[in-house]
């Protein structure tokens, strides 16, 4: 009685395990079969449209968005920040921020941008509406940092 099939849940890294194991299996001639599960609340594995968890992420994150922009609107010229996943893909963040409709501002790793020109559009935000809601993913300065 041997292992036939083997699933491997995951996202770019367990991808890369299961492909480990099936060269494995395949040099040490064992019939088996890996099958790799794309995996990642970041919704960022290549050629995959969609990994499970990410919708409830994106839910989750429009609540909180929605909470700061019950708090940003409750103070004169009220900022309400959120930071949330995506070190290196802001999928979360612009998905919570296109579809929560409250946010202003969202920044994310894949576009790179000037603090200057950032807080001369908050400047103008706030002038216009009184208030000012933020959405950035987590390696949204990441650019800035790498290349200091």
């Known amino acids: 009685m041997g292992i036939d099939v083997v699933f491997v849940v995951g ?3 367990g991808n890369a395990g299961a492909a480990a194991i ?9 019939l088996c079969s890996v ?15 969609k990994c499970f968890g990410f919708d409830t992420a994106v839910e989750e994150a429009q609540r909180a968005l929605i909470c700061a922009k019950v ?9 309400g920040l959120v930071k949330l996943m ?6 979360i963040a612009m ?10 501002i969202c920044l994310i790793p894949e576009v790179p941008f000037e603090i200057e020109k950032l807080l001369a559009y908050i400047e103008k935000v706030l002038a216009r509406k009184g208030h000012v809601v933020i959405c950035c993913a987590e390696g949204c300065l990441q650019q800035k940092e790498e290349s200091a």
């Open 35 to 49: 099958v790799g599960v794309p995996k990642s609340i970041d919704n960022d594995i290549l050629l995959i449209d």
């Open 22 to 30: 099936q060269r494995s299996c395949e040099e040490n001639n064992v």
């Open 71 to 79: 708090e940003a609107s409750s103070a004169f010229n009220g900022i």
């Open 11 to 13: 996202g770019n890294g």
């Open 86 to 91: 995506g070190r290196q893909s802001g999928f």
């Open 95 to 104: 998905d919570a921020s296109m579809s929560s409709g409250v946010v202003d």
